[in-house]
């Protein structure tokens, strides 16, 4: 059953906005969401005046002093006066939270035209106050000093993976790789660069270990950037500028944050996301053609391949050993470059999965374009596999 047939409503995203990611000195938080906004509503087919409802995805936790941007948008145009909008935040994942309540809004009859943006801008502050920050996400470290931050977390679990099932170092350097050559094709990335494995599987001067056994390549940039998308019920505008992709399904799961109550590798949030969202969409793994997963750091790319269901508990490897996920694979994954190489906006990360999914389904993904892709996930986590959610989306 998809999720037309279950609430009796589709739900398209109709058109989309995208900035650079990096560190965007010339940039503001509203410029940059008013950007991306005006890109969105216009690829629409819209007028500012037809969004009935807007959700801001953003995570800041001090990273600016501005805590209140929900109104931002609105600097768009003056006929998104009095436009209901709200801020949205569930640590990395507040983006993919914002899709899912303007979904959740189409699906309640309340709206009509949704607007959802991701945006962050974190590269102003300094790394002590974005690791401050990024802490805040976790139930044991929050308010706490770490010169590792949240990558010492993920050196944690790549730790209890190693031990359970043997040495990681090599393929974690395979997939930084994978993302940073997918990423040179992406103009909205931060990191365009093709490192090759033998750099990424290294530890030297120019990629350090930074919390044993992640190295530098290992882990995600520090990130400004925004997107946006444009949600309809209903058929999509006559006037759009590309064609229209379905959401099919969503699912979304929170897991206990005491890390004792967790097993640190099966990461049972995201697993249990991923079953809602497919089984929502009438879809199984091997329906996909596709898959943009939240790879923060490289151990959590490798755990999704067994927490998605393409290798057993142990033998994510075998998925990038065996050349699945690498873009000519069965299922490639982080066509964009992901975040390792795309950059992590912390609230812009889910709404960009979005829109670089959407843009491989609607055939307009330029030099980063999958041929004859027609579905695909979205996989997005907040905090240590705590808030996780998954999107199916499929061409019309």
Known sequence: MSLQEQFGKDILLTGWGHSRFGKLTDETLESLIVQVSREAITNAGLEPGQIDEIYLGQFNSGMLPLGFASSLALQVSDDLANVPATRVENACASGSAAVQQGAKSLLAGTARNVLVIGAEK???????????ALLGADYDMAGKSSTTGFAGLFAETAKHYEKRYGPAGD????????????GVLNPYAQLRKDLGEEFCRTVSDKNPMVADPLRRTDCSPVSDGAAAVVLTSGSAPSSSATAPVRL????QANDFMPVEKRD???FAGSVAAWQRALAMAGAGLDDLDFAEVHDCFTIAELIMYEVMGLTPAGEGRRAIEEGWVYRDGKLPVNLSGG???????????GVSQHVVTAMQLSGTAGEMQLAGARRAAVHNMGGLAIANYVSVLEAV
């Open 122 to 132: 974190m590269t102003q502050a300094g790394p002590d106050v974005v690791g401050a």
């Open 248 to 251: 099919a399904g969503f699912g």
């Open 264 to 266: 640190p590798t099966a």
């Open 339 to 349: 975040l390792k190489a795309k950059g992590h906006p912390v609230g812009a990360t």
């Open 171 to 182: 393929v974690l350097g395979s997939i930084a790789a994978k993302n940073h050559r997918n």
